[in-house]
């Protein structure tokens, strides 16, 4: 086959075995189950005119993979995660429209990096989570001091992205793990307050250079008040 991109209008399921992509791009516009490995240095793109799931046992791995979607209107769910999703090259969101984890996890590995291309991140671009401190959140594999945004939301139309930088190398490398959650933080007891914050957790990490960590929180829409803390 000597075209770049292999289209079909239905879903594909992959139960078992390794799919290599031979750098070709395969676009799908139905629903993908991955219940086993994506390799190659093309990419699987759902680029559906309806809503699209990605499902699966959750241990399922992709290697670069592509929202395309172009259901509904501008700024709604294009495709939903119905388990973890797991990334191990790049994660391109290309059109206006959400991709929804819900309460499962994005893992993504120390190469990977999420973009927008073409267009950016906003309102209508982003991904959306369900806002519980109990969400899977994203789980990202850190091995540089590059800045890493996550480009999260809880509600339809608020973007509301962290930015992590490590400003020095720590003695190892590990994962933080990020989500929004839609309420005060617990210990905070002030009432005016955003109803709103970002659960940070790391693991793996040693030896890290004391204010060596800079986390940047844009709370998107939010309504503004002077007296928040």
């Not at 793109?45 to 799931?53: A, E, R, S, V, Y």
């Not at 250079?209 to 844009?218: C, E, G, I, R, W």
Request: glycine fraction near 14%.
């Amino acid at each position: 086959v000597t075209a770049s991109t292999l289209a079909a209008r239905g879903g594909l399921n992959l139960l078992t075995g390794t799919i290599d992509d031979g750098g070709k791009t395969l676009t799908f516009g139905g629903n993908i189950v991955n219940n086993s490995t994506h390799t190659g240095i093309g990419k699987i793109t759902l680029n559906g005119t309806t809503p699209q799931t990605i499902g699966g046992n959750g241990l399922g791995n992709f290697q670069n993979l592509e929202i395309a979607s172009t259901s509904g209107a501008v700024g709604s769910v294009g495709v939903t995660a119905t388990n973890t999703l797991r990334v191990n090259g790049n994660l391109n969101i290309a059109t206006d429209r959400l991709l929804n984890i819900g309460i499962y996890r994005l893992r993504l590995q120390a190469g990977s990096a999420i973009t927008s291309t073409p267009g950016a991140f906003s309102n209508n671009r982003y991904i959306q989570t369900a806002g519980f401190q109990s969400d899977g959140g994203i789980v990202k594999t850190f091995n540089s001091t590059s800045p890493f945004v996550f480009p999260m939301g809880t509600a339809v139309n608020n973007y509301t992205p962290a930015t992590i930088q490590f400003s020095a190398v720590p003695s190892s490398w590990g994962t933080l793990n990020l989500r929004p959650v839609t309420a005060r933080q617990l210990y905070v007891t002030d009432p005016d307050c955003f109803e709103y914050y970002w659960k940070v957790r790391g693991t793996g990490f040693s030896g890290v250079p004391a204010n060596s960590v800079n986390l940047t929180f844009n709370y998107g829409n939010l309504p503004d008040n002077a007296t928040y803390i």
